[in-house]
């Protein structure tokens, strides 16, 4: 935080456990607070990094970041702005770190910020412009997103008023690592509890992003001592594995189970049954993300974006239906 590093009285309360982690963090990247080097980090070099720490977000499969990406592109191929991409890994030194370092660009657009939480406190702090793609619990930085919450929320909400009672839920990636899941895990366990239906914890499995862990999450589910009679997949990728799961069962979807996705992907409305899912405004939010960086970077604004929130819609198609009636 710029407060700690330039030792600012700005009134805001920092513990001193915060300031010396930031003090460590900064002395560890080389940092030291001079205004000739914030100087000439202005000179513009006309690229700028998208740095994803999501070890799930792989970049040739992952759907959802392809749709990001394109809204990124569009946006800076029209700024005359070039991209460069990074996937951090543990085997090598920090991305955003070196990318800055090294003068290779302007400014990043970073998703899974939480794994590299001190690091781009420093740079931000330093002067290098930094954008979102997600939210960094107790940061400053601007950011792009949704209301995970209650995109969830609905989502299940509708699950209820078809009138199932239980519901199993499978987060799009564990909620401990996750914000994202964890959200969405609290809007499914908020809309249960709002109608009077105790949360529980043996209705839920948890994806990493992709089919086969989808497939493996209902499997479980499906061999569980009651099955539930609907479901919330907190991500479309994990849900074409809960559906293959559903049909090699011989589950019916949705005459015996009701399935609700979340993201929209382009082929949720072509899969047997269509999807119905929370749309995610995926090109939008790189669109957003890419237009405040390169606000940031340019000052052509005069004024920093402020952080979006952007909408979600729940679009209703085959997979979600009433319960079966019980046989007499």
Not at 90 to 111: W, Y
Not at 199 to 207: N, P
Not at 256 to 262: Q, Y
Request: glycine letters at 8%; charged letters at 20%; aromatic letters at 4%.
């Amino acid at each position: 935080m710029s407060y700690v590093l330039n030792n600012s009285d700005s009134g805001i309360a920092i513990s001193e456990a915060t300031r010396q982690r930031v003090l460590d963090a900064a002395r560890d990247l080389g940092y030291h607070p001079n205004a000739a080097a914030r100087s000439l980090r202005r000179q513009i070099a006309g690229v700028v990094g998208l740095v994803t720490y999501d070890t799930s977000n792989r970049m040739g499969t992952n759907a959802f970041m392809w749709l990001v990406m394109d809204g990124v592109m569009s946006e800076l191929g029209q700024a005359g702005i070039k991209l460069i991409v990074e996937a951090a890994d543990a085997s090598r030194p920090d991305p955003c770190v070196s990318l800055v370092r090294e003068g290779h660009v302007d400014g990043l657009i970073v998703t899974g910020a939480g794994r590299a939480d001190t690091e781009l406190r420093v740079l931000h702090a330093e002067g290098t412009p930094i954008v979102l793609w997600g939210r960094l619990s107790g940061s400053d930085l601007p950011f792009v997103d949704i209301d995970n919450v209650a995109a969830a929320r609905t989502a299940v909400e509708h699950l209820l008023d078809l009138g199932h009672s239980r519901i199993g839920c499978i987060t799009n990636a564990p909620p401990m690592t996750d914000t994202a899941a964890a959200d969405r895990l609290l809007g499914y366990r908020s809309a249960l509890e709002s109608r009077g239906i105790r949360f529980d914890e043996t209705l839920v499995r948890h994806g990493t992003f992709d089919e086969r862990s989808g497939m493996e999450a209902m499997t479980s589910l499906l061999h569980g001592n009651e099955r539930p009679t609907a479901v919330f997949v907190a991500s479309d990728e994990v849900a074409l594995g809960a559906l293959k799961a559903a049909k090699l069962a011989s589950v019916a979807v949705p005459d015996e189970l009701a399935m609700v996705g979340f993201d929209d992907l382009p082929i949720a409305p072509f899969l047997e049954p269509a999807l119905t899912t929370v749309r995610v405004p995926a090109r939008e939010i790189g669109v957003v993300a890419a237009r405040t960086l390169i606000d940031a970077v340019s000052h052509s604004t005069g004024r920093r974006r402020p952080s979006a929130v952007l909408e979600t819609e729940l679009v209703i198609r085959d997979s979600s239906g009433p319960p079966r009636a019980a046989p007499a």
